[in-house]
Protein backbone atom coordinates (compact mmCIF):
# COMPACT_ATOMS: atom_id res chain seq x y z
CA UNK A 1 0.00 0.00 0.00
CA UNK A 2 0.90 3.61 -0.60
CA UNK A 3 2.07 5.51 2.46
CA UNK A 4 3.65 8.72 3.99
CA UNK A 5 6.45 7.30 5.73
CA UNK A 6 9.17 9.32 8.31
CA UNK A 7 12.54 7.67 8.36
CA UNK A 8 14.34 9.71 10.43
CA UNK A 9 13.43 12.36 12.82
CA UNK A 10 13.50 15.98 10.90
CA UNK A 11 11.27 18.43 9.23
CA UNK A 12 7.91 17.91 7.29
CA UNK A 13 9.81 17.24 4.41
CA UNK A 14 11.42 14.50 5.91
CA UNK A 15 8.26 12.48 5.27
CA UNK A 16 8.26 10.86 2.18
CA UNK A 17 5.51 8.32 -0.04
CA UNK A 18 6.84 5.10 0.45
CA UNK A 19 5.15 1.25 -0.38
CA UNK A 20 4.96 -0.35 2.61
CA UNK A 21 3.22 -3.37 3.54
CA UNK A 22 -0.50 -3.06 5.20
CA UNK A 23 -0.41 -2.97 8.83
CA UNK A 24 -1.35 -6.47 10.35
CA UNK A 25 -4.31 -6.97 12.82
CA UNK A 26 -4.06 -7.01 16.36
CA UNK A 27 -6.51 -8.32 18.92
CA UNK A 28 -9.33 -6.33 19.38
CA UNK A 29 -8.41 -3.83 16.33
CA UNK A 30 -10.08 -3.48 12.79
CA UNK A 31 -8.62 -2.20 9.87
CA UNK A 32 -9.38 0.76 8.03
CA UNK A 33 -9.17 1.55 4.03
CA UNK A 34 -8.53 5.38 4.45
CA UNK A 35 -10.54 7.96 2.94
CA UNK A 36 -9.04 10.70 4.55
CA UNK A 37 -7.26 11.98 7.30
CA UNK A 38 -6.52 15.03 9.53
CA UNK A 39 -2.96 16.73 10.40
CA UNK A 40 -3.09 17.91 13.98
CA UNK A 41 0.13 19.46 15.79
CA UNK A 42 1.31 16.43 17.48
CA UNK A 43 2.11 14.80 14.02
CA UNK A 44 4.57 17.39 13.23
CA UNK A 45 6.25 16.75 16.78
CA UNK A 46 6.34 13.00 16.65
CA UNK A 47 8.48 13.74 13.06
CA UNK A 48 10.70 15.98 14.34
CA UNK A 49 11.14 13.55 17.67
CA UNK A 50 9.94 16.69 19.97
CA UNK A 51 7.02 14.73 21.06
CA UNK A 52 6.37 13.93 24.52
CA UNK A 53 5.89 10.09 23.38
CA UNK A 54 8.46 9.07 20.99
CA UNK A 55 7.72 6.70 18.26
CA UNK A 56 10.82 5.30 17.03
CA UNK A 57 11.59 5.49 12.73
CA UNK A 58 10.67 4.02 10.51
CA UNK A 59 6.98 4.60 11.07
CA UNK A 60 3.70 5.76 9.05
CA UNK A 61 2.82 9.27 10.58
CA UNK A 62 -0.56 10.57 11.16
CA UNK A 63 -2.88 10.28 14.20
CA UNK A 64 -6.71 11.09 12.86
CA UNK A 65 -8.60 9.08 9.80
CA UNK A 66 -11.64 8.29 8.17
CA UNK A 67 -12.70 5.41 5.75
CA UNK A 68 -14.46 2.26 5.29
CA UNK A 69 -13.83 -1.20 7.80
CA UNK A 70 -12.32 -3.77 6.03
CA UNK A 71 -11.25 -6.48 8.13
CA UNK A 72 -12.18 -6.87 12.45
CA UNK A 73 -11.06 -9.88 14.51
CA UNK A 74 -12.80 -12.80 15.73
CA UNK A 75 -13.17 -10.59 19.27
CA UNK A 76 -14.54 -7.55 18.02
CA UNK A 77 -18.10 -6.80 18.29
CA UNK A 78 -20.22 -4.14 17.41
CA UNK A 79 -17.79 -2.99 14.41
CA UNK A 80 -18.38 -5.23 11.20
CA UNK A 81 -16.78 -4.67 7.60
CA UNK A 82 -18.15 -2.44 6.04
CA UNK A 83 -18.99 0.24 8.38
CA UNK A 84 -17.81 3.70 7.67
CA UNK A 85 -15.99 4.96 10.39
CA UNK A 86 -14.11 7.11 11.83
CA UNK A 87 -11.14 6.91 14.94
CA UNK A 88 -8.07 7.67 16.18
CA UNK A 89 -4.55 6.23 16.31
CA UNK A 90 -1.19 7.47 17.58
CA UNK A 91 0.42 6.75 14.44
CA UNK A 92 -0.70 5.54 10.44
CA UNK A 93 -3.17 7.61 9.53
CA UNK A 94 -1.23 9.00 6.34
CA UNK A 95 -1.59 5.58 4.46
CA UNK A 96 -4.19 3.88 2.43
CA UNK A 97 -5.22 1.80 5.16
CA UNK A 98 -4.84 1.88 9.11
CA UNK A 99 -5.34 -0.45 11.99
CA UNK A 100 -6.55 0.97 15.78
CA UNK A 101 -8.55 -0.46 18.12
CA UNK A 102 -12.26 -1.02 17.73
CA UNK A 103 -13.02 1.18 20.68
CA UNK A 104 -11.27 3.98 19.32
CA UNK A 105 -13.67 3.96 15.87
CA UNK A 106 -16.78 5.90 15.95
CA UNK A 107 -19.28 5.27 13.09
CA UNK A 108 -19.91 8.20 10.61
CA UNK A 109 -23.37 9.64 10.28
CA UNK A 110 -24.95 9.00 6.98
CA UNK A 111 -24.31 12.22 4.77
CA UNK A 112 -21.16 13.03 6.42
CA UNK A 113 -17.99 13.56 3.95
CA UNK A 114 -14.94 11.33 5.03
CA UNK A 115 -12.74 14.82 5.28
CA UNK A 116 -15.23 16.11 7.52
CA UNK A 117 -15.40 12.64 9.64
CA UNK A 118 -11.72 12.32 10.15
CA UNK A 119 -11.26 16.82 10.67
CA UNK A 120 -14.10 16.74 13.41
CA UNK A 121 -12.61 13.99 16.28
CA UNK A 122 -9.44 15.31 18.28
CA UNK A 123 -10.51 19.07 18.02
CA UNK A 124 -14.00 18.99 18.63
CA UNK A 125 -13.55 16.73 21.52
CA UNK A 126 -10.56 18.36 22.84
CA UNK A 127 -13.00 21.34 22.53
CA UNK A 128 -16.02 20.09 24.45
CA UNK A 129 -14.27 18.61 26.89
CA UNK A 130 -12.15 21.36 27.65
CA UNK A 131 -15.49 23.76 27.77
CA UNK A 132 -17.96 21.25 29.36
CA UNK A 133 -16.13 18.56 31.54
CA UNK A 134 -13.24 20.85 32.65
CA UNK A 135 -14.19 24.40 32.43
CA UNK A 136 -17.96 24.00 32.99
CA UNK A 137 -18.88 26.79 30.71
CA UNK A 138 -22.47 28.08 30.87
CA UNK A 139 -24.07 30.88 28.80
CA UNK A 140 -23.41 34.55 29.36
CA UNK A 141 -20.01 33.87 30.65
CA UNK A 142 -17.35 35.69 28.72
CA UNK A 143 -14.91 33.05 26.91
CA UNK A 144 -11.13 33.76 26.09
CA UNK A 145 -9.52 31.54 23.07
CA UNK A 146 -6.35 31.69 22.18
CA UNK A 147 -5.12 30.20 18.88
CA UNK A 148 -8.66 30.83 17.50
CA UNK A 149 -7.69 30.01 14.08
CA UNK A 150 -6.31 26.69 14.83
CA UNK A 151 -8.73 23.41 14.62
CA UNK A 152 -9.00 23.18 18.51
CA UNK A 153 -9.33 26.64 18.64
CA UNK A 154 -12.21 27.40 15.97
CA UNK A 155 -13.61 24.21 17.31
CA UNK A 156 -13.92 25.89 21.16
CA UNK A 157 -15.29 29.21 19.20
CA UNK A 158 -17.93 27.52 17.51
CA UNK A 159 -18.97 25.28 20.76
CA UNK A 160 -18.53 28.35 23.43
CA UNK A 161 -20.65 30.02 20.99
CA UNK A 162 -23.29 27.62 21.39
CA UNK A 163 -22.91 27.16 24.88
CA UNK A 164 -24.06 30.88 25.29
CA UNK A 165 -21.03 31.95 25.84
CA UNK A 166 -19.70 35.68 24.69
CA UNK A 167 -16.59 34.49 22.77
CA UNK A 168 -13.19 36.78 22.36
CA UNK A 169 -11.00 35.04 19.81
CA UNK A 170 -7.30 35.69 19.98
CA UNK A 171 -5.72 34.55 16.80
CA UNK A 172 -2.60 35.83 14.42
CA UNK A 173 -4.17 37.24 11.28
CA UNK A 174 -7.45 39.16 9.80
CA UNK A 175 -8.02 35.67 8.10
CA UNK A 176 -7.69 33.69 10.78
CA UNK A 177 -10.08 36.25 13.48
CA UNK A 178 -12.31 36.06 9.92
CA UNK A 179 -12.96 32.55 10.65
CA UNK A 180 -13.68 32.60 14.20
CA UNK A 181 -16.12 35.57 13.67
CA UNK A 182 -18.06 33.19 11.57
CA UNK A 183 -18.35 30.61 14.25
CA UNK A 184 -19.38 33.06 16.63
CA UNK A 185 -16.98 34.83 17.83
CA UNK A 186 -17.91 38.59 18.99
CA UNK A 187 -14.88 40.30 19.92
CA UNK A 188 -11.83 39.66 17.60
CA UNK A 189 -8.24 40.25 18.72
CA UNK A 190 -5.19 40.15 16.46
CA UNK A 191 -2.46 39.49 18.84
CA UNK A 192 0.65 40.33 16.54
CA UNK A 193 -1.12 43.96 16.10
CA UNK A 194 -0.15 45.09 20.18
CA UNK A 195 -0.17 44.21 23.47
CA UNK A 196 -2.21 41.60 24.01
CA UNK A 197 -2.91 42.18 28.16
CA UNK A 198 -4.16 45.72 26.68
CA UNK A 199 -6.24 44.89 24.28
CA UNK A 200 -8.14 41.81 26.81
CA UNK A 201 -8.42 44.70 29.32
CA UNK A 202 -9.89 46.75 26.76
CA UNK A 203 -12.74 44.17 25.73
CA UNK A 204 -12.99 42.64 28.92
CA UNK A 205 -13.18 44.81 31.35
CA UNK A 206 -14.58 42.81 34.20
CA UNK A 207 -12.28 39.65 33.40
CA UNK A 208 -13.21 36.73 31.72
CA UNK A 209 -14.68 33.89 33.29
CA UNK A 210 -12.96 31.15 31.25
CA UNK A 211 -9.67 31.08 28.97
CA UNK A 212 -8.65 28.07 26.52
CA UNK A 213 -5.01 28.40 25.80
CA UNK A 214 -3.98 25.70 22.95
CA UNK A 215 -1.07 27.75 22.84
CA UNK A 216 1.03 28.95 25.57
CA UNK A 217 4.51 30.92 24.64
CA UNK A 218 3.92 34.42 25.23
CA UNK A 219 0.31 34.48 24.87
CA UNK A 220 -0.14 32.40 28.31
CA UNK A 221 0.43 35.37 30.85
CA UNK A 222 -1.38 38.30 29.08
CA UNK A 223 -4.35 35.99 28.85
CA UNK A 224 -4.14 34.45 32.39
CA UNK A 225 -3.91 38.23 33.94
CA UNK A 226 -7.21 38.89 32.51
CA UNK A 227 -8.85 36.72 34.22
CA UNK A 228 -11.47 37.72 36.49
CA UNK A 229 -11.63 36.46 40.30
CA UNK A 230 -11.94 32.30 40.97
CA UNK A 231 -12.09 32.75 36.74
CA UNK A 232 -10.66 29.38 34.72
CA UNK A 233 -7.35 28.66 33.15
CA UNK A 234 -7.68 25.50 30.97
CA UNK A 235 -3.92 24.53 29.58
CA UNK A 236 -4.43 22.32 26.43
CA UNK A 237 -1.17 22.40 24.94
CA UNK A 238 2.27 24.37 23.52
CA UNK A 239 2.39 25.31 20.37
CA UNK A 240 4.23 28.23 20.81
CA UNK A 241 6.12 26.72 23.22
CA UNK A 242 5.86 26.18 27.23
CA UNK A 243 5.15 29.33 29.45
CA UNK A 244 6.56 30.26 32.65
CA UNK A 245 3.55 31.71 34.56
CA UNK A 246 3.93 34.17 37.55
CA UNK A 247 2.32 31.57 40.34
CA UNK A 248 1.50 34.99 42.19
CA UNK A 249 -1.25 35.93 39.78
CA UNK A 250 -2.74 32.37 40.84
CA UNK A 251 -3.06 33.52 44.45
CA UNK A 252 -3.79 36.74 44.24
CA UNK A 253 -6.55 36.27 41.44
CA UNK A 254 -7.86 32.66 42.94
CA UNK A 255 -7.77 31.48 39.37
CA UNK A 256 -8.27 27.99 38.48
CA UNK A 257 -5.42 26.49 36.38
CA UNK A 258 -6.38 23.23 35.15
CA UNK A 259 -4.23 21.11 32.40
CA UNK A 260 -6.41 19.18 30.11
CA UNK A 261 -5.15 15.97 28.05
CA UNK A 262 -8.15 13.90 26.23
CA UNK A 263 -6.58 10.66 26.97
CA UNK A 264 -7.05 11.18 30.85
CA UNK A 265 -10.42 12.16 31.05
CA UNK A 266 -11.99 9.31 30.30
CA UNK A 267 -9.69 7.55 33.08
CA UNK A 268 -10.37 9.89 35.88
CA UNK A 269 -14.05 11.21 35.24
CA UNK A 270 -15.73 8.45 33.46
CA UNK A 271 -19.18 9.47 33.99
CA UNK A 272 -19.21 13.31 32.94
CA UNK A 273 -16.82 12.33 29.89
CA UNK A 274 -19.21 9.63 28.56
CA UNK A 275 -22.05 11.91 29.41
CA UNK A 276 -19.95 14.39 27.27
CA UNK A 277 -19.34 12.42 24.64
CA UNK A 278 -22.64 11.70 23.55
CA UNK A 279 -23.65 15.06 23.85
CA UNK A 280 -21.25 15.98 21.39
CA UNK A 281 -21.64 12.62 18.94
CA UNK A 282 -25.42 13.87 18.97
CA UNK A 283 -24.75 17.28 17.96
CA UNK A 284 -22.36 16.03 14.93
CA UNK A 285 -25.03 13.74 13.79
CA UNK A 286 -27.54 16.60 13.62
CA UNK A 287 -25.10 19.01 11.42
CA UNK A 288 -25.21 21.36 14.58
CA UNK A 289 -21.36 21.49 14.16
CA UNK A 290 -19.19 20.59 11.62
CA UNK A 291 -14.98 21.38 11.38
CA UNK A 292 -13.68 23.99 9.34
CA UNK A 293 -11.40 22.54 6.71
CA UNK A 294 -9.26 25.43 5.58
CA UNK A 295 -6.95 23.30 2.99
CA UNK A 296 -6.35 19.79 1.52
CA UNK A 297 -3.85 17.72 0.07
CA UNK A 298 -3.31 14.63 -1.28
CA UNK A 299 -2.02 11.57 0.12
CA UNK A 300 1.26 12.82 -2.44
CA UNK A 301 1.89 15.85 -1.08
CA UNK A 302 1.30 15.05 3.08
CA UNK A 303 4.76 16.45 3.72
CA UNK A 304 3.48 19.85 2.56
CA UNK A 305 -0.20 19.49 4.91
CA UNK A 306 2.30 19.10 7.42
CA UNK A 307 4.64 22.05 6.75
CA UNK A 308 0.86 24.16 6.68
CA UNK A 309 0.43 23.02 10.28
CA UNK A 310 3.89 23.30 11.83
CA UNK A 311 4.44 27.03 10.52
CA UNK A 312 0.79 28.10 11.72
CA UNK A 313 -0.42 28.84 8.31
CA UNK A 314 -3.67 26.62 8.72
CA UNK A 315 -6.85 27.64 9.65
CA UNK A 316 -8.89 25.18 11.22
CA UNK A 317 -8.26 21.64 10.49
CA UNK A 318 -5.72 20.24 7.47
CA UNK A 319 -7.28 17.14 5.79
CA UNK A 320 -5.22 14.59 3.82
CA UNK A 321 -7.58 13.08 0.57
CA UNK A 322 -6.63 9.46 0.33
CA UNK A 323 -8.91 7.81 -1.63
CA UNK A 324 -12.38 8.96 -3.01
CA UNK A 325 -15.14 7.25 -0.67
CA UNK A 326 -16.18 5.31 -3.95
CA UNK A 327 -13.46 3.39 -3.90
CA UNK A 328 -13.31 2.07 -0.82
CA UNK A 329 -16.33 0.01 -0.97
CA UNK A 330 -14.56 -1.90 -4.26
Given at each position: MKAAQC????????????????????????RVRVGAAAVNYPDVLLVAGEYQVPVAPPFVPGSEFAGVVEAVTDDVNGVRVGDRVCGTAMVGAFAERA?????????????????????????????????????????????????AGGGVGLAAVQLGALAGARVTAVASSAR?????????????????????????KEALP????????????????????????????????????????????V???????????????????????????ARLRALFAAGTVRPHIGAEFTLTDTAAALRCVADGR????????????GSLHS
Open positions: TAYGPPEAVRIADVPAPPLGPGQVVAAARSVTPVPDGVDLGAAAAFGVAHRTAFHALHTVAGVRPGQELVVLGKLEAAKTHGATVLIDHREGDLRAALAGADVVLDPVGGDLAEPALRSVRWGGRFVTIGFAAGIPRLPMNLLLKGVQVTGFQLRDLAAHVPQDFAANEAIGKVVVRVADE
